[in-house]
């Protein structure tokens, strides 16, 4: 299965609002889409990576959220 890394900075494309980021002017967000252009997982700079998973069908039928490591901002 081919996938498409994407990378943005947090402030221009907030994708999981519930998420809890520590500093988010100082986190990045990187988007993988999968072959058929879904979005298949978001891994943000302070460690925390959320899943998507899809049925056959195509439809969003899980998120799964793995805890990251808040790091400080720099400075």
Do not use: C
């Amino acid at each position: 299965m081919s996938r498409t890394l994407r990378t943005f900075a947090l402030a221009t494309a907030l994708a999981a609002p519930a998420i809890y980021l520590p500093h988010p002017a100082h986190a990045n967000v990187q988007y993988v889409y999968d072959s058929a252009g879904r979005l298949w997982k978001a891994i943000y700079s302070n460690g925390i990576v959320i899943e998507y998973r899809y049925d056959a069908a195509g439809n969003r039928t899980q998120i799964i959220t793995y805890p990251g490591t808040p790091t400080p901002p720099p400075g």
